[in-house]
């Protein structure tokens, strides 16, 4: 057994930029072929407006490394959009061995985050909706071809903020901590042929995401609630934990959160 994913096929949801892309990279130059799947930017009704990236720059890098891909622009959030990217990731490929949730987020263009008495009912469907739902449908979707083919790796990703109270998020907290139980019920319902492990990250370095870096490493090295390693995680650190849960290497690992914050005190 090792790391060597050669030929295996991995959808990466939210894989144009952040956790997602560095995903798409890690899985690819550990030789699985992938399906780059991000959505548009969207008019802002109840929130603020996110970054967001094409897919055709990590598809050309993929293929840089010599390995097949293609970009599917999908909004995951719609039953519909996630059934045409499965007709197309078979068109292409024929099969899928790997998917990895990466789509969610505290806050968005339809929902803001924020104390318990500053939310709406909007705001908690709609968290729900973007971290939830979205991981549902789309492992629905692939479970069946899973099956069939006898073996399949779903990971999910999850945050800390899932693993205990989370005062200024808490809508997102709670739809983070469905991602975990789902996860388990999954793992329950699927096995053996298809595993499913959830990945609960801490705060996490990227470009895209000012606003939560600066607060972060304030937070990080606040004395009596620093990480242990004292630091924010990089993409490329979390996408090394995909890696490992798509592989064989953890092949009896199933319905597992793993916690990947650092030892963040919280």
């Given at each position: 057994?090792?790391?060597?994913?050669?030929?295996?096929?991995?959808?990466?949801?939210?894989?144009?930029?952040?956790?997602?892309?560095?995903?798409?990279?890690?899985?690819?130059?550990h030789?699985?072929n992938i399906?780059?799947?991000?959505?548009?930017?969207?008019?802002?009704?109840?929130?603020?407006?996110?970054?967001?990236?094409?897919?055709?720059?990590?598809?050309?890098?993929?293929?840089?490394?010599?390995?097949?891909?293609?970009?599917?622009?999908?909004?995951?959030?719609?039953?519909?959009?996630?059934e045409?990217?499965?007709?197309?990731?078979?068109?292409?490929?024929?099969?899928?061995?790997?998917?990895?949730?990466?789509?969610g987020?505290?806050?968005?263009?339809?929902?803001?985050?924020?104390?318990?008495?500053?939310?709406t009912?909007?705001?908690?469907?709609?968290?729900?909706?973007?971290?939830?739902?979205?991981?549902?449908q789309?492992?629905?979707?692939?479970?069946?071809?899973?099956?069939?083919?006898?073996?399949?790796?779903?990971?999910?990703?999850?945050?800390?903020?899932?693993?205990?109270?989370?005062?200024?998020?808490?809508?997102?907290?709670?739809?983070?901590?469905?991602?975990?139980?789902?996860?388990?019920?999954?793992?329950?319902?699927?096995?053996?042929?298809?595993r499913?492990?959830?990945?609960?990250?801490?705060?996490?370095?990227?470009?895209?995401?000012?606003?939560?870096?600066?607060s972060?490493?304030?937070?990080?090295?606040?004395p009596?609630?620093?990480?242990?390693?004292?630091?924010?995680?990089?993409?490329?650190?979390?996408?090394?934990?995909?890696?490992?849960?798509?592989?064989?290497?953890?092949?009896?690992?199933?319905?597992?959160?793993?916690?990947?914050?650092?030892?963040?005190?919280?």
């Amino acid at each position: 057994m090792d790391f060597d994913l050669k030929d295996r096929v991995a959808i990466v949801t939210g894989g144009a930029q952040g956790l997602g892309r560095a995903c798409c990279m890690e899985l690819a130059k550990h030789g699985a072929n992938i399906v780059v799947v991000a959505r548009e930017a969207e008019q802002v009704t109840a929130g603020r407006s996110r970054p967001h990236a094409p897919v055709d720059d990590v598809v050309s890098e993929i293929q840089a490394l010599g390995r097949k891909a293609i970009g599917v622009t999908a909004d995951v959030r719609d039953k519909g959009q996630v059934e045409a990217m499965m007709e197309r990731t078979l068109s292409e490929f024929g099969t899928v061995d790997i998917l990895v949730n990466v789509v969610g987020g505290s806050w968005g263009e339809t929902f803001k985050a924020g104390p318990l008495m500053e939310l709406t009912e909007n705001d908690l469907i709609e968290a729900y909706r973007v971290n939830l739902v979205t991981m549902f449908q789309c492992s629905v979707a692939v479970v069946p071809v899973m099956k069939k083919q006898g073996k399949g790796s779903i990971i999910n990703i999850a945050s800390i903020a899932g693993r205990a109270p989370s005062p200024d998020s808490p809508a997102y907290g709670a739809a983070k901590a469905g991602v975990i139980n789902m996860t388990q019920s999954m793992a329950a319902s699927w096995g053996p042929e298809v595993r499913v492990n959830v990945i609960a990250v801490g705060g996490i370095e990227t470009p895209h995401r000012p606003r939560w870096s600066e607060s972060s490493a304030a937070m990080y090295t606040a004395p009596g609630t620093s990480s242990a390693l004292g630091r924010l995680g990089t993409p490329e650190e979390h996408a090394g934990t995909v890696v490992w849960l798509a592989s064989d290497y953890a092949g009896y690992i199933t319905g597992e959160c793993i916690d990947a914050n650092g030892g963040t005190r919280r």
